[in-house]
């Protein structure tokens, strides 16, 4: 109960959470566990909807990169975006695209060209993440990255989402959509191009990256949890 209350809690969070916040989470979701009634249910979102919500939020990161006014404030827009996608590639990989295997007859083939279409962006995120805002690849990079994404997305969109979801009933649905969120939290949090994109390697690697990763994310600028509130 505890940890699905902490789970609930963490579930909003677009940013990075620092040791000491983390402390804080914790310690509020004791006292939630202590107070909150059992009967209070968890609101339940399709699977597809947890998807294009991450999409629209890496629409909003790439426009405030191309809007930033200074290099700091790129750098942690820059910061953001990498740390979400790299996050929601792997949660696809792990979690939607077996799935789109189990449950469609040509899933496989659309798996592969997913996956496919991953790999080519991992590698653009890669070399983007390694940029400084003051580099005169900066910009024609991340504007090279977003188009190749937004197709990907607006085919993931109009054809591979509908017709999983069109395989599913609600309750599979929800369950997706859980065990989606829940694999986001334990994703590296940069791009890593050479690593298995399927599982169980990818599993492996995954818990492997992540630590150093998120080690990084501590000395590393992002936008306050406020300019990350999306509609």
């Known amino acids: 109960m505890l940890l699905s209350r902490h789970t609930a809690l963490l579930r909003g969070i677009k940013t990075p959470l620092s040791s000491k916040t983390t402390i804080r ?13 059992t009967e209070k249910t968890e609101t339940k979102t ?5 998807v294009k919500k991450d999409h629209r939020e890496l629409r909003d990161y790439y426009d405030n990169i191309m809007a930033g006014t200074s290099n700091d404030e790129r750098t942690r827009w820059q910061n953001q975006f990498v740390w ?16 789109f295997e189990s449950y469609l007859e040509n899933g496989k083939e659309m798996a592969d060209k997913d996956r496919k ?18 580099d ?18 607006k085919e993931e ?3 591979d ?15 997706l959509g859980r065990s989606f969120q829940r694999t986001k939290f334990f994703a590296p949090t940069r791009s890593h191009p050479n ?6 390697f990818e599993t492996v690697a995954g818990l492997l990256a992540a630590p150093m990763d998120q080690i990084k994310d501590l000395f590393s600028k992002f936008p306050s949890q406020s300019e990350t509130e999306t509609e």
């Open 157 to 159: 969109e109009e054809n």
């Open 25 to 37: 989470l914790l310690a509020s979701a004791a006292a939630q566990a202590m107070t909150t009634p």
């Open 195 to 200: 690593a298995p994109d399927k599982p169980p």
């Open 136 to 153: 005169d690849e900066f910009l024609p990079t991340i504007v090279s990255l977003w188009e190749e994404l937004s197709q990907h997305i």
């Open 117 to 134: 279409d991953h790999r080519s962006v991992k590698e653009a995120l890669y070399k983007f993440q390694n940029l400084k805002a003051t």
């Open 161 to 175: 989402l509908p017709a999983l979801e069109n395989a599913l009933d609600e309750d599979a649905s929800y369950k």
């Open 46 to 50: 399709r699977f597809s909807e947890h």
């Open 84 to 99: 979400e996608l790299a996050r929601h590639s792997v949660g696809e990989e792990l979690v939607v695209y077996p799935a």
